[in-house]
């Protein structure tokens, strides 16, 4: 049975489809849903130019993947290529691995998949989907406005324009607290929210990287430790970019750092991608085994979407394994995803380190990861990357919805 479906009055829809009956019985079923903006459309074309013209607000795009002419696959490319933020929910009477292949796809872009759903539309699966919108915190920049250059960004670093959130980490077994995750947010004061997707791109180009990085491990340390000092004992980790892994010094800088401030080196964790240690494998391997020796933990990130993780894991001492989003979110419902985590799953506990599941948004992938024995889990699950100013109230309500001691 579906939970109850929010107020959601003020959504504006686009349904596109070319089945005049198809676009019918889905106008209905979100009349029925108390949504009564839907627009509908029986072609992509059409439906594309209606968004680009920006005359009206779209929150949700419904549309089906097999049409003449243009078809989804191609209008999904065409809306990325907008710099849209839609969210979209894909119907289809097609296999439904092609469903999850567009909605990986998709993913990967501005646009965020609600769900993929098989025809005929199932009024349940429906609500359910547009249950999982969530409109933007803030009005991101996205296309020529989220244009942002070297210097900006550097005066950002400079005046402390640059914030850390922190997304919570939480074991699986017991439903406790483990740890934070610290991502680096940018609010532009005259263009927004810009995404980290754009301004650690800058960084790493014009050779800010260290800069920023250092900002965001002394902002995320200070706050680490204020926390613990108030009885609140959080493990950390912090993304370290590819660039960094030639600097043979960053070793003795970050262990110089963690025991000035007095934070234990055994709950902090460097984070690093598949890819970042194949640039100079042979530099990489000597930074990263040298973090070891100092008893600093090391995450491979994104595991499974590299070409690699054997060798590195083979090669590299990591003591935690992190398991890509798109493995994750939805894995319930989904066998191949299904296969690739139980298998980095007992990997992981093959090698007796930890694994940690990214993008749990669901109780159904929740408990999927439970019964595999994963060891931690993050996502919207649990909470959004919070700023420090909520995020200790946070920890205070999820005790008490989970019963859990302060």
């Given at each position: ?53 920006r ?5 949700i795009v ?5 049409m ?8 999904i490319?065409?809306?990325?290529s ?35 759903l098989?025809?005929?539309v ?17 009005l ?21 324009e640059?914030?850390v ?43 800010m ?17 204020e926390?613990?000092?108030?009885g609140?004992?959080?493990h950390?980790s ?11 010094d960053?070793?003795e800088?970050?262990?110089t ?22 640039n100079d494998a ?18 491979i ?7 690699s993780?054997?060798?590195?894991l ?19 419902c989904?066998?191949a995803?299904q ?17 940690v ?25 649990i ?5 420090p100013?909520?995020f ?14 302060l």
């Amino acid at each position: 049975m579906s939970k109850p479906l929010n107020n959601r009055a003020d959504l504006k829809l686009l349904v596109v489809d070319d089945d005049h009956f198809m676009l019918k019985t889905l106008h209905k079923l979100l009349l029925n849903l108390g949504i009564s903006d839907v627009v509908c459309i029986d072609n992509a074309r059409d439906a594309l130019k209606h968004i680009a013209s920006r005359r009206q607000r779209t929150d949700i795009v419904i549309s089906d993947l097999n049409m003449p002419e243009m078809d989804g696959i191609e209008l999904i490319r065409h809306l990325n290529s907008l710099g849209t933020n839609l969210s979209l929910i894909l119907v289809s009477g097609e296999d439904p691995r092609l469903l999850d292949t567009v909605q990986h796809l998709s993913n990967q872009d501005t646009l965020k998949v609600l769900s993929t759903l098989s025809k005929p539309v199932k009024k349940d699966r429906l609500i359910d989907a547009i249950e999982a919108y969530e409109p933007p915190e803030d009005l991101t920049p996205v296309g020529p406005a989220a244009m942002v250059f070297a210097d900006e960004l550097q005066k950002a670093i400079t005046a402390g324009e640059i914030s850390v959130h922190y997304q919570p980490q939480v074991r699986v077994s017991d439903r406790r607290i483990f740890g934070v995750e610290a991502l680096a947010r940018w609010k532009h004061p005259t263009k927004g929210n810009i995404p980290p997707s754009i301004f650690i791109g800058i960084a790493e180009k014009y050779a800010m990287i260290d800069l920023l990085t250092d900002c965001v491990f002394d902002q995320a340390l200070s706050q680490v430790i204020e926390w613990r000092n108030l009885g609140y004992d959080l493990h950390l980790s912090v993304n370290f970019s590819a660039t960094l892994l030639d600097q043979l010094d960053l070793p003795e800088r970050i262990h110089t750092r963690l025991e000035e401030m007095g934070f234990p080196r055994s709950r902090f964790t460097v984070e690093v991608t598949e890819s970042t240690v194949a640039n100079d494998a042979r530099t990489a391997l000597e930074i990263l085994s040298r973090l070891r020796l100092k008893n600093i933990g090391l995450s491979i990130d994104d595991f499974g979407t590299g070409f690699s993780s054997m060798e590195q894991l083979q090669n590299i001492p990591f003591t935690e394994l992190k398991i890509d989003r798109s493995f994750v979110h939805n894995s319930h419902c989904n066998s191949a995803s299904q296969a690739i985590l139980e298998s980095s799953i007992n990997l992981a506990k093959g090698l007796s380190i930890r694994s940690v599941a990214e993008g749990v948004e669901i109780d159904e992938d929740w408990n999927l990861l439970d019964k595999l024995g994963c060891d931690l889990v993050q996502g919207f699950h649990i909470a959004k990357p919070l700023p420090p100013e909520t995020f200790l109230q946070w920890v205070k309500d999820y005790a008490h919805k989970n019963m859990l001691p302060l």
